[in-house]
């Protein structure tokens, strides 16, 4: 079983920062490319940024320049480094993992639980 792991979320002020993590647990063999999506209610999720095995990120318009994801493959973690942050950046934070939990298994999709980041004005 793959269960992934967020953190970070909270309440800060518009220009403040925030630091997000994930971070897998259980049986995987390899993972391919790690996502952050956010969803505010009513609105279909969206990716904010993510970030293939070899680095190579994308990131919305939305966000470039403010925030930068990475991550640590031998841990398993992702990050999302949010900065300058703005009330329009206030949703439910899920990260995505595509991964392959042994080295016959197709890759699958593993989702977060979400965390809540709230930006006032």
């Known amino acids: 079983q793959v269960q992934l792991v967020e953190s970070g979320g909270g309440l800060v002020q518009a220009g403040g920062s925030l630091r997000l993590s994930c971070a897998a647990s259980g049986i995987i063999f390899s993972v391919n490319t790690m996502g952050w999506y956010r969803q505010v209610p009513g609105a279909q999720r969206e990716l904010v940024a993510d970030i293939t095995r070899t680095g190579t990120t994308t990131y919305a318009d939305s966000v470039k320049g403010r925030f930068t994801i990475s991550r640590d493959n031998a841990e398993k973690t992702m990050y999302l480094q949010m900065n300058s942050l703005k009330p329009e950046d206030t949703a439910i934070y899920y990260c995505?993992?595509?991964?392959?939990?042994?080295?016959?298994?197709?890759?699958?999709?593993?989702w977060g639980q979400g965390t809540q980041v709230t930006v006032s004005s």
């Open positions: 995505k993992f595509n991964a392959r939990r042994l080295w016959y298994s197709d890759e699958s999709d593993y």
